[in-house]
């Protein structure tokens, strides 16, 4: 048979094209796929990405992850079910979108504007970059289902979710409640825990120590807080009446701070008048220092807190029970009246106030000015701490008193717990780590967002009280005997309503969407109908994965689900990915300017290189995007696999040769290759078992190094020449090549396509194909280790002649090689290799070497002090004694000194005319000298290489014959005539002239520092 050789020229970026168009035009994905649909189901789930934004080397690296785990499985017989994409559809990124697009500020201007054509331009937008993510997965090599894709706008998922929450409602683990919950005034809604951890920043507030006049005997309780805003909302001071407190003097005032942290608060210039519990504090009335808003009867008073610890501050906390969770419990359990002054666009609401109308955030100065005004204020100072912002529009978030309803996510934390142990994470430290801690300490989720794009929450309630959820299109239809809606979405659900059961009165929707991570959390079973298609999700999936971030995103949302609804854990693997940053090291993002977008990264280096970036290190650690580390992974592995099968194909076929199976061979090169082919299949399985995609790409590069700079390179004579081994060279090379190919094919699948295809046009592809078994038998361990050993000789040789400034194709006069490994027979396949007319292996006592001892100063100086002069010139002698060479490392005695061991340091450096190099118990000396004979070969070898760069670059079949004609100096023409058969027969020239002058006729070239003209005919 004749092997297709690959044109000159053509580039690696250019297969992926060639080969994209060939999976396309034979419809090669669905053809696997019917191929396996009788194995053992490996289920996927797509993490839903939003189509209004375009894609970027993030999302590249998430969807080569996910696609190099399915082709392995693929490869090892399983059927993947759920191979489908995914869009999320819902939610604030839509809607502030949105918003910028018609240059809507708040949602009064999208209610005038009508909920229902913003909507319509929210449904449309999220579509928006569609066609460029599906370009992009078709580029990428990411093998996915678009057709099927679930898509979480859909009303058939909407249902889904509808039931879900029905169940949990029906429960009690869906309920409404009125408390402090994070706030975004930008986006006017709430957020839930999980969100609100995506979001904190280091950030320095003003920070602020404010009196508080005691009204029975006028002293001055001082608060502390990062919050000045909320000070006119002040109702409560709490205390933790089991702490010491003291009254100190500062000034002509008298302060009462906790006795622990005066010194810290005041610094210096107090005096301490008594200490005493807190319990005596507790029951106090106080004046509040802004004074502005009416507060009922039961306010400002002094009351214990259990929250109240002293880390920080003075001991006595601020209370605004509007403001804070733990101010809002306190107010509770003392049946305050809330008081409220701020918006819910986080601004100040009340004429009494002067600040009214100011965000409050930007209030914070003018308050800390009024204070001072009034000489109320200590102090003020900047303090830093983590604070949470929006983690999608990047604003402030306050803690505000509103409506909202939850799930009961803390009522499962032991079930979370226990579900998450039959998870395995990679890396394995998230799964006690970080998310193992999140959800150890698991909130209550707040669902329902006062927004307009989302799942419409589906619980209708009558002003009686009565509320029902309800579950489905059906149920909707039955219940309210009115016709379906356009859609399940605001504002059609908003127009239904229902008749109350308990009092006939009508029943409306609570007017809420909900958190669109419940939309993506419910993929398990809402992206197949469940349970209207009347099929159990398919639980746990096995297999998802995404970035990092998703521990506190989608992981976790699926987990909650899943535990709640069906009492399983979502999932049995999820591989997390860390981020890509730019070339300086630095995150990536829009503000930045600094994202490299997926097509980009596509266009600059090609699916398979940018595949092979992914994986040059673990993915859970981030990577800069360094062109020069793309390009030099991608000529490493892909480069040098190309040029292994380019050399296979134009020999063979100047053979004739065709692979009729692996042969047995004698030879110990092929021996070995095809052992270490064995050794690799075994660790590449392993580690893609683990996910460990980045260890199996490793491994797969040493051989594929191995191959070319090793096996070839001894090898190559083998099949340009006539020997009775032949056949089983190009047998164990071909068997290599096509191990190679599939066990690279997750990883780089265009590539491994192309060369696959070379090697086998009659089947389908590479990814239809077995993923290779190790052949136990062909494995023999002792020769990899034998040829381990001579490699690591030849390798030492390099290293010395690079020491040397000797050239490899140089030959040299002697090689010794000091080993208790080696034998001359195991040097046999290196032997030409090493270039050297003599190589021997050497006893201890024959290895040119000489021995001196160095001084370590440091521990000798302090024995020796004032000799120390002297004892240098002593060791300086001996050294040129030779008589250390005698000696053992046992310390010196000098001059009745003894000098201990650990004093001097017995070294060894080559004897004059060698160079040593040395690796664990094998030790190289490479003699320097040259003579002419030498140089002349040496100088016939260079010809050599430039005539065989020159018929390359002419595109001459290895067989064609040339005539050389070549002009040159006397040194280089010495060398010419002396091995002239040598250089004719490795450069197939049937004639070979050379002329001693330097015409310059044909290619120049510099050899040795002399010009050498090169005519090839």
Not at 171 to 196: A, M, N, Q, V
Not at 806 to 824: A, D, N, Y
Not at 922 to 940: C, P, R
Request: proline residues 4%; contains cysteine; charged residues 30%.
């Amino acid at each position: 048979m004749a092997f297709e050789l690959i044109p000159q020229g053509k580039k690696i970026k250019d297969f992926a094209e060639e080969i994209g168009k060939y999976w396309d035009e034979v419809d090669v994905f669905q053809k696997i796929e019917k191929m396996r649909e009788n194995g053992e189901p490996f289920i996927f789930l797509e993490g839903p990405p939003t189509a209004n934004g375009r894609p970027h080397v993030g999302h590249a690296l998430t969807r080569t992850m996910k696609d190099t785990a399915l082709r392995y499985r693929t490869m090892m017989g399983y059927s993947i079910k759920r191979r489908d994409a995914g869009w999320d559809c819902h939610g604030l990124p839509v809607e502030l979108e949105a918003e910028k697009h018609f240059g809507f500020k708040n949602k009064s201007e999208i209610e005038d504007f009508g909920v229902d054509k913003f909507n319509e331009y929210c449904k449309e937008s999220v579509f928006r970059y569609i066609d460029e993510w599906h370009t992009m997965d078709s580029r990428l090599g990411f093998w996915i289902n678009h057709e099927n894709a679930y898509i979480t706008l859909r009303d058939d998922y909407i249902q889904s979710e509808w039931w879900a929450m029905k169940k949990m409602f029906s429960s009690g683990d869906l309920y409404k409640d009125f408390r402090i919950s994070p706030y975004c005034p930008r986006c006017e809604t709430t957020l839930s825990s999980h969100e609100l951890a995506q979001g904190y920043k280091d950030v320095k507030d003003t920070s602020v120590y404010v009196k508080f006049r005691l009204v029975q005997d006028g002293r001055y309780a001082i608060a502390w807080t990062t919050t000045p805003w909320t000070l006119p909302s002040n109702m409560l001071l709490a205390v933790n009446e089991n702490e010491k407190y003291a009254d100190v003097e500062y000034g002509k005032e008298v302060y009462v701070i906790a006795s622990s942290l005066v010194s810290k608060v005041l610094k210096d210039n107090y005096t301490i008048l008594k200490t005493y519990s807190g319990k005596e504090l507790v029951g106090l009335k106080y004046e509040r220092p802004i004074d502005f808003l009416q507060l009922p009867d039961n306010a400002c008073k002094i009351v214990h807190g259990d929250h109240v610890n002293l880390m920080e501050g003075t001991g006595i906390v601020h209370t605004a029970p509007a403001f804070g969770a733990d101010d809002f419990e306190l107010g509770k359990q003392q049946g305050l009246i809330l008081v409220n002054p701020v918006d819910l666009q986080g601004k100040f609401n009340d004429k009494s106030l002067p600040w009214n109308g100011k965000f409050v955030k930007d209030a914070d100065i003018d308050i800390i000015k009024y204070l001072k005004g009034k000489n109320l204020l200590v102090r003020s100072e900047k303090y830093e701490h983590s604070y949470p912002f929006c983690y999608r529009c990047d604003t402030p978030l306050l803690y505000y008193p509103i409506d909202a309803w939850f799930v009961r996510v803390s009522a499962y934390r032991k079930e979370l717990v226990e579900n998450n142990k039959k998870v395995n994470w990679i890396p394995s430290h998230l799964k006690e780590g970080r998310f193992g801690n999140f959800i150890e300490d698991a909130k209550d989720w707040n669902l329902s967002r006062n927004r307009y794009w989302g799942t419409p929450l589906p619980v209708w309630t009558c002003s009686c009280g009565h509320q029902e959820a309800i579950g489905s299109i059906q149920e909707l239809m039955e219940r309210s005997g009115m016709p379906r809606p356009k859609e399940l979405h605001r504002p059609y659900v908003d127009q239904i309503t229902m008749k109350c059961p308990d009092c006939g009165g009508k029943m409306e929707r609570e007017p809420f969407v909900i958190d669109t991570w419940f939309d993506s959390g419910s993929s398990t079973y809402a992206a197949t109908n469940y349970p209207f298609n009347e099929n159990m999700p398919q639980l746990p999936v096995s297999f998802i994965t995404e970035a990092i971030d998703q521990t506190r995103g989608w992981f976790y949302v699926l987990h909650v689900l899943s535990t709640i609804l069906f009492k399983i854990n979502a999932y049995s693997n999820v591989f997390c990915a860390e981020f890509i940053l730019d070339s300086e090291g630095k995150k990536m993002s829009k503000s930045r300017g600094n994202g490299v977008l997926a097509m980009k990264m596509m266009d600059d280096f090609g699916p398979d290189a940018s595949r092979l970036f992914f994986f040059t290190s673990a993915p859970w650690k981030p990577k800069p995007l360094i062109e020069k580390v793309v390009k030099e992974n991608e000529t490493k592995i892909l480069g040098t696999l190309v040029n292994i099968y380019s050399f296979f194909a134009s020999n063979a076929n100047l053979d004739n040769y065709g692979y009729s199976g692996l042969k047995q061979s004698s030879n110990i090169l092929d021996r070995w290759l095809t052992s270490r082919v064995n050794t690799t299949i075994q660790e590449c399985r392993k580690y893609m078992d683990l996910y460990e995609f980045h260890e199996a790409q490793r491994i797969i590069s040493n051989l594929i190094d191995e191959i070319s700079n090793f096996y070839l390179r001894l090898s190559r004579r083998r099949f340009w020449e006539s020997s009775n081994d032949k056949s089983e060279a190009y047998s164990t090379l071909f068997y290599a090549i096509d191990n190679v190919c599939r066990l690279l094919a997750p990883i780089a699948p265009f590539t491994s396509e192309y060369i696959y295809r070379k090697l086998h046009p009659d089947q389908l592809s590479v990814h239809g194909a077995l993923y290779p078994e190790a052949d136990i038998k062909l494995i023999d361990t002792k020769i990899e280790a034998k040829i381990g050993v001579s490699r690591l000789a030849l390798e030492l040789t390099r290293r010395a002649r690079q020491n040397a400034g000797i050239k490899g194709r140089q030959p040299v006069k002697e090689l010794l090689i000091l080993s208790e490994k080696l034998t001359e027979s195991d040097l046999d396949p290196v032997r030409e290799e090493m270039n050297a007319r003599s190589i021997r292996i050497i006893s201890q006592s024959e290895k040119p070497e000489k021995v001196f001892i160095k001084i370590i100063n440091s521990k000798a100086a302090p024995i020796l002090k004032s000799r120390f002069s002297e004892f240098e010139k002593f060791i300086r002698e001996l050294n040129e004694s030779g008589e250390v060479d005698k000696m053992t490392n046992a310390g010196i005695s000098f001059e009745g000194i003894e000098i201990p061991k650990d004093a001097v340091e017995f070294k060894a450096e080559a004897a004059e005319g060698y160079v040593m190099e040395s690796e664990g118990n094998l030790t190289v000396y490479l003699n320097t000298a040259i003579d002419q004979e030498l140089e002349l070969e040496g100088l016939s070898r260079e010809i050599i290489r430039r005539v065989q760069v020159m018929r390359k670059e002419k595109n001459l079949e290895y067989d064609a014959t040339i005539n050389l004609n070549i002009h040159a100096g006397s040194r280089i023409i010495k060398a010419i005539e002396k091995f002239r058969d040598k250089i004719m027969a490795e450069t197939l020239a049937s004639t070979l002239t050379a002329f001693e002058d330097t015409k310059e006729i044909g290619r120049l070239w510099e050899i040795d520092e002399e010009k050498v003209y090169i005519e090839v005919v």
